[in-house]
């Protein structure tokens, strides 16, 4: 654990070039850092270092066999749930709070059926505030899992789309997605990806409903 002390960037998500600080220490490994958005209270986040040049923001991990029913309220879901260090949401306004900062890409990672390991990144990744619903803005798609969080079909699209809970109903759906499948998720009528969840995860038809593990990393652009 190092505290590297407030900042207006996730310390675990290391600079290229030298022009953008903090960097991480020389040998720091994957585990949790304390960070400082700015406008915000220091945080707790779960730092995935990658390599060399790379870091990750930990904003979300889920398993098949998950304790947490994921099934929460809004704000519960605003401020984030779950152990960083297992199954976790961070909170959808850190997340928010952390994307407007600066320009992120956002890295799924998914295990599915087989345990086979996919992922999809976004080259763009944000959230607008809590007045507009927490709103998902995505860029363009690229990797080896398809690009499900963009769909075509305008009933299970998720990019563009409005947080919603049981609670707080923002979906496009007549009825309300996240009570009827559980957990917080940008739901339109209703999806094809659901990572937020108790049980099976879904990744389009890359698995619908037996994906085994999941991750949602944060990171600046290449
Ligand atoms: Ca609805």
Not at 23 to 43: C, D, W
Not at 66 to 81: L, M, R, V
Not at 134 to 159: F, I, Q, W
Request: with cysteine.
């Amino acid at each position: 654990l190092t505290q590297p002390g407030p900042s207006a960037y996730p310390p675990c998500v290391l600079a290229r070039g030298n022009s953008l600080p903090p960097k991480v220490p020389a040998g720091s490994s994957s585990g949790v850092y304390i960070i400082q958005p700015v406008g915000l209270h220091p945080i707790m986040v779960y730092c995935e270092l990658g390599g060399a040049d790379r870091g990750w923001t930990v904003i979300q991990r889920n398993r098949q066999d998950t304790d947490i029913t994921w099934a929460e309220s809004w704000s519960t879901y605003k401020h984030g749930f779950g152990n960083v260090h297992s199954e976790f949401w961070l909170g959808t306004e850190y997340i928010h709070q952390i994307t407007r900062q600066k320009i992120y890409q956002v890295r799924f990672v998914i295990w599915d059926a087989a345990n086979n390991m996919r992922f999809a990144d976004y080259n763009l990744f944000s959230l607008d505030d809590e007045s507009q619903g927490y709103r998902l803005r995505l860029g363009t798609h690229s990797g080896t899992a398809e690009d499900a969080m963009d769909s075509d079909n305008p009933r299970k699209v998720h990019n563009n789309m409005k947080f919603s809970t049981k609670d707080r109903d923002q979906d496009t759906y007549r009825g309300n997605c996240a009570s009827r499948y559980g957990g917080g998720w940008w739901y339109s009528a209703c999806y094809s990806v659901q990572l937020n969840v108790k049980g099976g995860l879904t990744w389009g038809s890359l698995c619908k409903g037996n994906c085994k593990h999941c991750v949602v990393g944060l990171s600046w652009p290449v």
